[in-house]
C-alpha cells in the first residue's frame, strides 16, 4: 500500500471517528434536555404545591401559571406507569401496545402523504423552474393554500373522498383521505426549498451543460435536481413533522379511527378520569415525530457524507 | 501536417452589443474578424473587460452576435455546438461536486449516451492524460485548485471535440502550479492536435503557450494586433530565451499602444 493511500484511510477514519463523536454528542445533549425538562416539570409542581400547602393564597399559580394538582399535571411516575396499564376495563392490553398500534397506523398515513407532497413539491419546483411567469403567479397561490384552517379543510376531504373516489380501482379508505390532508401540509416546504435548490445551480454549470447540448431535462436531472439535494433535504425534515401533524389533525377533525388522533381525542374526553393517559400519548406521538425527523436526518447523512456534503442549516 | 489547412474558425464583420438601446448599453465587440487554422494554439489578451470572454462565447455559441458571423468547422456556431465540437474550460472548474472525479469527466458522455463501459475506458485514458490517475474516485473537493483544473480539461477532451475553448482556466492558480498547467497543457495539446483557443490576461502565458497571440483593445473590443509566435519547441529554458522576451515586449508594445490610445 502507498503512503498516500495509507494517509487516505486514517483521514477517512478520523472522520468517521468524528462523525460518531457529533452523533453521541447530539444524543447526550438530548437525554440531558429530557431530564431538564422532567426536573423543570417536577420542580414547577412541587414547588406550586408548596405554596398551595402553606395557603398563601398567592394568586398567581392557578391563574396566570398552571394549577399543579394531580389532574392538571400528573405527576411524572404516574404518566411512566400509565404505559403499562389497560386503559379498558374489559381489555388486559396496555395503553404502550395501544399507543404503538395507533402511532404505525398514524405513521402510514403520514409516510403515503409525505411521499405524494414530496412528488407534489418537487413537481410544482419544477414547472416554477421552468417559467419566472408562473413562479410569480403561483407562490401567492402556494403561500395562500397554507393559510387556510386545517381543521376546516380536512372534513371536507375525507367527505369527499368517501363519495367521489369510488372509481378507484382498489377501495378507497378513510385514512388515505388522512394521507391527502398530510400532502396538503408536505407539499409547501417541498416546492418552496424544491425551487430555490433547483435555481442554485450554478450559472457556469448550465452553460457547461449548454455546450454539451444537453436536453432541458438531461439538465434537470444531471444538474438542477443534484444540485437542490441539500436543499430538499432541509424541506424534508419540515415536511416530515409537518405530515405527521397533518396525519393527527386530519383524523381528529375527520373523525378517523385507528390512529394517534383518535386516541388522543378519547383520552381528551375522558381526561378527568385519568389525565397521565393523553400525557403519554402525547408523549408518544412526540416520540413517532423525533422518530420521523430521526429517518430523514439518518437519509440526509448518508446521501450528503457520500457527497462530502454539509447539510444545509435551517 | 501534410493535409490542407482549412479553418476551425472564422469570423467576419462580428460586433456584440449588450443592452442595445438603454441607458446601460454596452458595445463590447465591434467588427471583428478572425480566422484560425486547424490545429492551431490561439491566445486572446487584452484588459479586462475588453471582450476576451464574450469572443469566446460567442465562437462557442452560448452568446449570439449583434451582427457578423462565426463559422465554426464550416457549419454555424450553433450548429457546431449541436454538433459537441466544443470543449470548454473556465476560471472555476465548475466540477459537480456531487460527482467524483471520474464521474465528473464522464458527465459529457453520460449525456452523449456511451455505454458504461465506454465511459469507464475513456475517464481512465481521460485521467492517464492528466495525470491524476490515482485520484479516479477522489471528489472535487478532496482536490487542489490545479488538480481540480486538469480534470475539467480532461472533462473537457473526454468526447474528443476538435475545438477546445478555454477562459482564463489558470487565473486562479499561483505561479508555480500555473507554469507547470502550462507544460501540461501543451503536452496535451501535441498528443492531441486540438484547434485551442486560450483566454488569458498573461503575457507570458500567451507567449508561452500560443502559436499565436490575438491583442484585444477595449470599448469597444477590437483586433489591435495579430503576433505571431515562433518559439519552437517549449522546453524549461524556453522561458529563458531571448527571443521569448523578444516576444513578450512585442506583446507589451501592442498592448501599450492600445492604452494610450484608449
Ligand atoms: N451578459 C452581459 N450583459 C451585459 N454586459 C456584459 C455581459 N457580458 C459582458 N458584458 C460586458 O461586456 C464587456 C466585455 O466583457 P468580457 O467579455 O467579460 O470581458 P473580458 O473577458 O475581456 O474581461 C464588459 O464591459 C462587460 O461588462
Ligand atoms: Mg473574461
Redo the contacts between chains.
Sequence with gaps: MTT?EEAAQAIKKLERAAAWKRTMRRVVIFVVFIILLAVAYTGYKAFGQAVDDAQTQWPVIGRVLPRTDDLTMPPIRDIVAEFGQPPQRNNSKPLAAFIAEASLFTLREATLGFVFGVALGLGIAIIMLRSRWLERGMSPYLVASQTVPLVAIAPIIVIWGSNNLGWLPFEWTSWMSVSLIATYLTFFPVAMNGTKGLQSA?P??I????????SRR?TLV??QL??S?PYLFAAFKIAATAAIVGAIVGEISGGVKGGLGRLILDFASRYTTGPSRLYATVIGAAVLGIFAVGAVTTAEYIVLSK???EPLSL | MTETVSCAVSISGLSKVFNAGKPNEVRALEDIDLAIDEGTFVSLIGPSGCGKSTLLRLIGALTHPTAGEVCVNDKSADQARLDRDYGMAFQTSGLFKWRSVTENIELPLQLMGWSKQERKDRAAEMLDLVKLSEFADHYPREMSGGMRQRVAIARALSFRPSLLLMDEPFGALDEMTREHMQTEVLDIWKKTEKTIVFVTHSIPEAVFLSERVIVMSPRPGRIAADIPVDLGERVFETREAPEFFECITEVREALRFEGNAG
Excluded at chain 1, 452553460?207 to 444537453?214: K, N, Q, V, W
Design positions: 498516500r450554478d457556469a454549470s452553460e457547461l451543460m449548454r455546450s454539451y447540448a444537453a438531461q444531471r444538474l443534484p444540485a439535494v457527497r462530502k456534503e
